[in-house]
């Protein structure tokens, strides 16, 4: 595959981000590729940034011969929210960045061909784009995702002023949008095509409650969601495994 670097201005943040892009190569295990490629965005975690998959993971030898570009954005320690009292990169990242990527690289603007993953905040980034946007996607993954983040937000993980800048306030995220619990119920209301949602989690991890608890939420909801656990942390090993069992499950041609 062929790895770029990409630094533009995004007019949605007001400031110059970087992405990595992986496109595959005709070369690689296959003769031809369509002329616009599907594309795998992947959402890197908390404290991390765009460079996060690139430097833990395989992900760019599991791709080779599935023929898909992968896109990795940076979004900071954001949770991919528009910010109450900072960057607007949830608005980043669901509406300039595919424009932007498509601009620039052979990458098909059709649902079909477009998917989202993310580890740990970046699962919840995953499953908040997919189920925001089910027009626009046809799968999301999310591996040891912040699944229940009104309820984290209320605990010791957050401190109060990280609170103020990303929520407002813990009342505020709870029952909106941001909220996945509830997004997943005007989810599993929405009358058109719904992406596929593929989950997953350790049972060592220190998300896995939370896990739990959306996949229950989930299965009351009578969602189509894919749940696969088993040992494991919130750490690479874990996840190197199963972006590649991802990879596998995604519905490509």
């Given amino acids: 595959m062929a790895w770029i670097a990409c630094d533009f201005y995004a007019e949605t ?3 110059s981000t970087s992405i990595y892009v992986f496109l595959p ?3 690689l295990g296959r003769s031809s590729y369509p002329s616009k490629l599907p594309v795998l965005y992947l959402l890197h975690g908390r404290g991390a940034d765009h460079t996060e998959w ?5 992900i760019e030898r599991y791709a080779e011969h599935k023929g898909i570009a992968l896109v ?5 320690r954001s949770y991919y929210m528009d910010m109450a009292n900072g960057l607007p990169y949830f608005t980043f990242l669901s509406e300039e960045l595919p424009g932007v990527v498509q601009s620039f690289f052979p990458i098909s603007d059709r649902r079909e061909d477009t998917f989202v993953a993310g580890i740990s905040m970046g699962g919840y980034g995953a499953f908040k784009l997919a189920m925001r946007f089910p027009e626009r996607y046809a799968a999301g993954a999310s591996l040891s995702g912040g699944m229940d983040l009104a309820s984290r937000a209320a605990g010791p993980a957050f401190q109060e002023h990280e609170v103020r800048a990303l929520f407002g306030s813990v009342d505020r995220l709870k029952g909106s949008r941001d909220d996945l619990l509830f997004l997943a119920e005007t989810f599993a209301a929405y009358e058109g095509p719904k992406p596929k949602l593929y989950q997953c989690c350790g049972t060592e991890d220190f998300l896995y409650r939370d896990n739990q608890t959306f996949r229950e939420h989930a299965k009351k909801l ?5 749940y696969e656990e088993e040992p494991g942390g ?9 972006i590649k069992r991802v990879l596998d499950w995604l519905p490509l041609p």
């Fill in 13 to 15: 943040l007001g400031l």
């Fill in 54 to 58: 690139w430097r833990h993971s395989s």
């Fill in 222 to 226: 009578g969602l189509d969601l894919t």
């Fill in 234 to 242: 919130h750490e690479w090993g874990y996840w190197d495994c199963k």
């Fill in 25 to 27: 190569q005709s070369s």
């Fill in 72 to 76: 990795m954005p940076g979004a900071g």
